[in-house]
Structure formats: structure tokens, C-alpha cells
């Protein structure tokens, strides 16, 4: 028996991220232009890295509370009810995790029993199946359409759904379509939400990057509250990516719950990040809306370019992402991607990453500059031209 | 709304097409246009910059901070006094300061001894000012907003979820 026969079946079963194995490719190659990076191109403003040096300097180096900084959940809490008029408790319907990729984990592992079933729109973010499967769980795709605007219908989730469905896990806006959902559409899936007595998880981790359109907060709607576990983080919105900072909000129950598994497993959220945390929260809105103000501008001028090279291209309206479809190529994502970084040197990641429904499309970053965005425009316009 | 991120898009990059501002703001070429030449005629353009390391060129120039007291005049105060100041070509900004002094006056020359000339000569003898302090600059680390040296650079991996 080889070691690798004795690693868990269930950590065997999930594939790695389609992400990570195209990573491996591009990872050799010099000349690249990136479209692949999900992450802000701004460094962390300059007043939180200070705070956090200042807080270095005062000692700030001990753990802190399990639940996170109370005053850090205190100012989480004032935002989002300043934000979505929907309230919570510091004390105890707030818990800071390690990114929003803990706060998922801990979500999913309080609230699922071996064999629950969580439905999961499609395209979306790389961890939510293989958390879920890590949690118990069994994702359910529910596939988006380009044509509906990769949004999610009750349709589909009544098609879906079945007595062993315990949460519905969405994100919007979405990573990697750009997709948002309005308020009317949000209502009807709380009502469904209500129908069946599930648990909805929502991350919100992009719910700042949002154009021309407002965020709908779900834990604000009516009668969701207690029903939702709202997870968001400053990873996005304020540059923060590898300080590693996200939050939890919901009813004490749930909150409890999580932060028993963070308590064993995570004691708590480095302290240094929790401060400057704050300090995002306290004064860093001017600096946020003037990131978001250019990565509109960036997102026209990725839809204009796109579409003029005779892509077919949804116009995202959150995140930072562009998701045009290739069909028209006749390559699949993953040639398309491949090809596309061997001939022009252009990396972007294949739609089929987000999940079988993201076949026949490329997620493009526009987090980097435009000087960037311009030189990778122009190699893609040269390499689709070939092709269409 | 448009005139601020026009403005502000122009601030940091002057040279960007109007086709390409058009598309960033999601207008047309002619509002965007219009609404330059507009802003230009009504002066809240003054004028398109360039900054530039003069030290990496070779070319020596001296850069100095003059500390300026002056005896403010009836009617028209400092701006008459100050306006014989800013004529002088050599003179790259003058600004009107509370506190210990009246006027910070910004000075370019070729060298510490004309700086110094010019102080004399022209400067303090001018009727009307009082005293000159004069501060020599040695290094700029920071010029309108932009970092002469930015050592931060992009340090993301290529692909990320």
C-alpha cells in the first residue's frame, strides 16, 4: 500500500483547482501578460499598512478573543448596518475568520450532516463544491446561463431540490462571471429559501465592486436575517488579499457554532491584520471608492475591446472580472486558454475551472492596469481574428 | 460625476486618447471632448505637465525654498507684491502662507551661486519685503503626487483563483 493509497478517499475524490494546474504552465514562461490574477493589482493603502506597523510597534502580537477584535466586529457591524440596514450584535452574531475561505469552511462544516445536499449555482468560485464535499456535504450545480445573465432562477433550484437540501450557497456578485443579482430576483430566491427551510449562505465577498447598479445585502431581506449566513472580507474591496481577514454575521446559534470549530481549529485571525482591519473600516472608504472607480473604467474598456474583436461578451455589472464566451472559436476553454498563452502570451483562466456550466468561456481579470489590459487586448484580438 | 473622473483620469495620465476616455467613462467621443475644450476655456485645465527625474538626464539644476516676509500694501496686499515675484521666470511657484512668514517662493537655477545672486539681487531688494530665509533642496523623494523612486512592484502570482 503506497502512501498515496492511505490519504483520505474523500480528500482523493476532489480534484485539484483547475486554476491551480493551469498556474504550473504559465508559472514557466517570461513575457506574460496576466488577466489571471484574482486579486487586486493595488497594494493595501498606505494609512492601514501604517496602522498595522504602529500596531507592531504598541505590541499588538497576542491572540485575541475566539469571536475576533470586539472592536473590529463593532465596526463591521456599524458598516453593514450603515450599508443594508440590517443589524447584528458584535457580541455575538459577528465572528472574524481567516479570509472568507474559512469563514465558507466553517459555515458549511456547522451547519451540514453526512449526505445533505447544498445547491450551488454554477459558474462560481473554486471552493465552494470541494468545501462542501470536505464538509460532508453533496453540491448540487445549478448551472447559469450566459443568457440569463449567469443568474440564478427559482426554476432551477425548484428542479433541484429535494428533501435532502439543507443550504443554498451563492455569490454574487459572482467570481468569475461578473454576474449580480437585483433585488426583485434575490426576493423570489428568499422566498424559495423560506419554501424549503434552508439555510443560505451568502458570500459577499465583492458586494463593494459593484457598477451602475446597487448591492442587494441577502441577510436583508425580509425575514432572512436569521436564515443566512452573510460572509464578506477586505480582501476586495480594500486591497487586503494576503492579510487574510474575513467575517461571518448571523444569528447567535450559527455564530456559536463556527466559532466552536475556529475556536479547535484556528484559535483565532492574526491580530496584526485584525488592526489594521480597523483601520480599512474607520477611514479607508475614500481610497476604496477610488479603486472602484477605476476598475470601472477598466471593466467599459475590456467590454468595448472584447466585443469589438466579435467576442460575445455578457456585461458584468461586480467583481472585477470579464466573462466573454469563445464558443465562436471552436476551441474549448482549456485549448482556447492554452493556445491563447503559448501563441500571444496572454494568460486567463478556462471557464471550465468555475465548473462544467463555465465550458465555452475564459474568465479575464481586469485588475491590472490599463497600460496591461491595452497589450493583452491587442494579443487576443490578434489570436481570435485568426479564428473567427 | 463626469467632469470629476475626466479631471481625475487626466490628472494621472494626460496623454490618454479621447477614445479611450470615451470608452473608460462609458460616453462619446464628442461629450468627451466637449467637455475638455470646455474645461480648458473656463481655465480649470491650466495646463498639461510633465514630470520629469531631471537628475537622470545629467542636467544639473538647483531647486531652493526662499521663506519670504513682506510688508503687505494698502488695497491690494500681498497680491501686488507677490505678482513682482511670480513674474520673474525664475521663480517656479509662489505661494501665500500663514504663519511665520508671507511668502514660500519656489526657486530654479543652474547653480547655488545664481540662486543665491538672484536672492540678493533681485528678490530682497524688491520695496517691500522684509526678510528672505533660503533653504536649498537636496533630493525630491515625491513630486505632485507621484513617487520619483517607487520600489513597491507587483508581486502577485500570474494566476489566482
Same mark, same amino acid.
Given at each position: 500500500?503506497?502512501?498515496?493509497?492511505?490519504?483520505?478517499?474523500?480528500?482523493?475524490?476532489?480534484?485539484?483547482?483547475?486554476?491551480?494546474?493551469?498556474?504550473?504552465?504559465?508559472?514557466?514562461?517570461?513575457?506574460?501578460?496576466?488577466?489571471?490574477?484574482?486579486?487586486?493589482?493595488?497594494?493595501?493603502?498606505?494609512?492601514?499598512?501604517?496602522?498595522?506597523?504602529?500596531?507592531?510597534?504598541?505590541?499588538?502580537?497576542?491572540?485575541?478573543?475566539?469571536?475576533?477584535?470586539?472592536?473590529?466586529?463593532?465596526?463591521?457591524?456599524?458598516?453593514?448596518?450603515?450599508?443594508?440596514?440590517?443589524?447584528?450584535?458584535?457580541?455575538?452574531?459577528?465572528?472574524?475568520?481567516?479570509?472568507?475561505? =474559512?469563514?465558507?469552511?466553517?459555515?458549511?462544516?456547522?451547519?451540514?450532516?453526512?449526505?445533505?445536499?447544498? +445547491?450551488?449555482?454554477?459558474?462560481?468560485?473554486?471552493?465552494?463544491?470541494?468545501?462542501?464535499? +470536505?464538509?460532508?456535504?453533496?453540491?448540487?450545480?445549478?448551472?447559469?446561463?450566459?443568457?440569463?445573465?449567469?443568474?440564478?432562477?427559482?426554476?432551477?433550484?425548484?428542479?433541484?431540490?429535494?428533501?435532502?437540501?439543507?443550504?443554498?450557497?451563492?455569490?454574487?456578485?459572482?467570481?468569475?462571471?461578473?454576474?449580480?443579482?437585483?433585488?426583485?430576483?434575490?426576493?423570489?430566491?428568499?422566498?424559495?429559501?423560506?419554501?424549503?427551510?434552508?439555510?443560505?449562505?451568502?458570500?459577499?465577498?465583492?458586494?463593494?465592486?459593484?457598477?451602475?447598479?446597487?448591492?442587494?445585502?441577502?441577510?436583508? /431581506?425580509?425575514?432572512?436575517?436569521?436564515?443566512?449566513?452573510?460572509?464578506?472580507?477586505?480582501?476586495?474591496?480594500?486591497?487586503?488579499? !494576503?492579510?487574510?481577514? !474575513?467575517?461571518? /454575521?448571523?444569528?447567535?446559534?450559527?455564530?456559536?457554532?463556527?466559532?466552536?470549530?475556529?475556536?479547535?481549529?484556528?484559535?483565532?485571525?492574526?491580530?496584526?491584520?485584525?488592526?489594521?482591519?480597523?483601520?480599512?473600516?474607520?477611514?479607508?472608504?475614500?481610497?476604496?471608492?477610488?479603486?472602484?472607480? =477605476?476598475?470601472?473604467?477598466?471593466?467599459?474598456?475590456?467590454?468595448?475591446?472584447?466585443?469589438?474583436?466579435?467576442?460575445?461578451?455578457?456585461?458584468?455589472?461586480?467583481?472585477?472580472?470579464?466573462?466573454?464566451?469563445?464558443?465562436?472559436?471552436?476551441?474549448?476553454?482549456?485549448?482556447?486558454?492554452?493556445?491563447?498563452?503559448?501563441?500571444?502570451?496572454?494568460?486567463?483562466?478556462?471557464?471550465?475551472?468555475? !465548473?462544467?456550466?463555465?465550458?465555452?468561456?475564459?474568465?479575464?481579470?481586469?485588475?491590472?492596469?490599463?497600460?496591461?489590459?491595452?497589450?493583452?487586448?491587442?494579443?487576443?484580438?490578434?489570436?481570435?481574428?485568426?479564428?473567427? | 460625476?463626469?467632469?470629476?473622473?475626466?479631471?481625475?483620469?487626466?490628472?494621472?495620465?494626460?496623454?490618454?486618447?479621447?477614445?479611450?476616455?470615451?470608452?473608460?467613462?462609458?460616453?462619446?467621443?464628442?461629450?468627451?471632448? %466637449?467637455?475638455?475644450?470646455?474645461?480648458?476655456? $473656463?481655465?480649470?485645465?491650466?495646463?498639461?505637465?510633465?514630470?520629469?527625474?531631471?537628475?537622470?538626464?545629467?542636467? %544639473?539644476?538647483?531647486?531652493?525654498?526662499?521663506?519670504?516676509?513682506?510688508?503687505?500694501?494698502?488695497?491690494?496686499?500681498?497680491?501686488?507684491?507677490?505678482?513682482?515675484?511670480?513674474?520673474?521666470?525664475?521663480?517656479?511657484?509662489?505661494?501665500?502662507?500663514?504663519?511665520?512668514?508671507?511668502?514660500?517662493?519656489?526657486?530654479?537655477?543652474?547653480?547655488?551661486?545664481?540662486?543665491?545672486?538672484?536672492?540678493?539681487?533681485?528678490?530682497?531688494?524688491?520695496?517691500?519685503?522684509?526678510?528672505?530665509?533660503?533653504?536649498?533642496?537636496?533630493?525630491?523623494?515625491? $513630486?505632485?503626487?507621484?513617487?520619483?523612486?517607487?520600489?513597491?512592484?507587483?508581486?502577485?502570482?500570474?494566476?489566482?483563483?
Amino acid at each position: 500500500m503506497s502512501w498515496a493509497d492511505r490519504i483520505s478517499p474523500t480528500v482523493r475524490a476532489i480534484p485539484p483547482s483547475g486554476i491551480r494546474r493551469f498556474f504550473d504552465i504559465v508559472a514557466e514562461m517570461k513575457g506574460v501578460v496576466s488577466l489571471g490574477v484574482g486579486e487586486p493589482d493595488f497594494i493595501t493603502p498606505w494609512h492601514i499598512r501604517e496602522s498595522c506597523v504602529y500596531g507592531l510597534e504598541k505590541g499588538y502580537t497576542s491572540y485575541t478573543s475566539n469571536y475576533g477584535l470586539l472592536e473590529l466586529r463593532q465596526e463591521i457591524v456599524r458598516v453593514t448596518e450603515r450599508d443594508y440596514q440590517v443589524s447584528y450584535d458584535p457580541r455575538c452574531e459577528a465572528l472574524i475568520t481567516v479570509g472568507v475561505s =474559512e469563514a465558507l469552511d466553517l459555515a458549511l462544516r456547522a451547519v451540514l450532516s453526512p449526505g445533505d445536499e447544498a +445547491l450551488v449555482p454554477e459558474p462560481c468560485y473554486v471552493s465552494y463544491k470541494a468545501c462542501v464535499t +470536505l464538509a460532508g456535504g453533496i453540491p448540487i450545480p445549478v448551472p447559469t446561463r450566459m443568457e440569463n445573465q449567469f443568474r440564478v432562477t427559482v426554476d432551477q433550484l425548484e428542479a433541484l431540490v429535494t428533501p435532502r437540501t439543507k443550504v443554498l450557497l451563492i455569490g454574487y456578485p459572482n467570481n468569475p462571471t461578473g454576474a449580480i443579482m437585483p433585488k426583485e430576483e434575490l426576493l423570489r430566491i428568499a422566498e424559495f429559501a423560506a419554501k424549503h427551510d434552508l439555510i443560505v449562505i451568502s458570500d459577499e465577498i465583492y458586494a463593494n465592486l459593484t457598477y451602475d447598479a446597487e448591492h442587494t445585502c441577502f441577510a436583508s /431581506l425580509p425575514g432572512m436575517r436569521d436564515r443566512t449566513i452573510l460572509l464578506n472580507g477586505f480582501s476586495k474591496a480594500y486591497a487586503m488579499t !494576503g492579510w487574510r481577514i !474575513g467575517y461571518a /454575521l448571523s444569528n447567535p446559534d450559527f455564530i456559536s457554532a463556527m466559532t466552536k470549530i475556529h475556536q479547535y481549529t484556528m484559535l483565532c485571525a492574526p491580530i496584526t491584520a485584525q488592526v489594521a482591519a480597523v483601520e480599512a473600516l474607520r477611514h479607508g472608504e475614500e481610497k476604496m471608492r477610488k479603486m472602484i472607480a =477605476e476598475y470601472d473604467c477598466r471593466r467599459r474598456f475590456m467590454l468595448d475591446g472584447l466585443r469589438n474583436m466579435g467576442l460575445t461578451c455578457f456585461e458584468p455589472k461586480g467583481a472585477f472580472y470579464i466573462f466573454p464566451s469563445i464558443k465562436e472559436t471552436g476551441l474549448t476553454s482549456l485549448a482556447f486558454a492554452e493556445e491563447l498563452l503559448k501563441s500571444e502570451k496572454v494568460a486567463l483562466v478556462p471557464g471550465d475551472a468555475f !465548473g462544467s456550466s463555465g465550458e465555452g468561456y475564459v474568465r479575464c481579470s481586469y485588475a491590472t492596469s490599463m497600460a496591461n489590459l491595452a497589450k493583452a487586448l491587442e494579443r487576443i484580438e490578434r489570436f481570435v481574428k485568426k479564428r473567427l | 460625476m463626469m467632469r470629476q473622473q475626466l479631471l481625475e483620469l487626466l490628472e494621472n495620465d494626460a496623454k490618454r486618447p479621447i477614445a479611450e476616455l470615451a470608452v473608460m467613462l462609458g460616453k462619446s467621443q464628442q461629450e468627451v471632448a %466637449d467637455q475638455i475644450k470646455a474645461l480648458e476655456e $473656463e481655465k480649470i485645465i491650466i495646463k498639461y505637465h510633465t514630470i520629469i527625474n531631471w537628475e537622470k538626464t545629467g542636467v %544639473d539644476t538647483v531647486t531652493a525654498m526662499i521663506e519670504v516676509k513682506i510688508t503687505p500694501q494698502r488695497e491690494v496686499g500681498f497680491d501686488a507684491l507677490a505678482e513682482r515675484i511670480y513674474r520673474f521666470p525664475e521663480v517656479r511657484s509662489v505661494y501665500l502662507m500663514s504663519g511665520a512668514y508671507d511668502l514660500l517662493v519656489m526657486l530654479e537655477g543652474p547653480s547655488l551661486k545664481e540662486i543665491a545672486e538672484f536672492v540678493s539681487t533681485k528678490l530682497a531688494t524688491i520695496e517691500g519685503v522684509i526678510s528672505t530665509t533660503t533653504h536649498f533642496m537636496l533630493k525630491t523623494y515625491k $513630486e505632485a503626487g507621484v513617487i520619483i523612486e517607487d520600489h513597491e512592484e507587483d508581486r502577485r502570482l500570474v494566476v489566482t483563483p
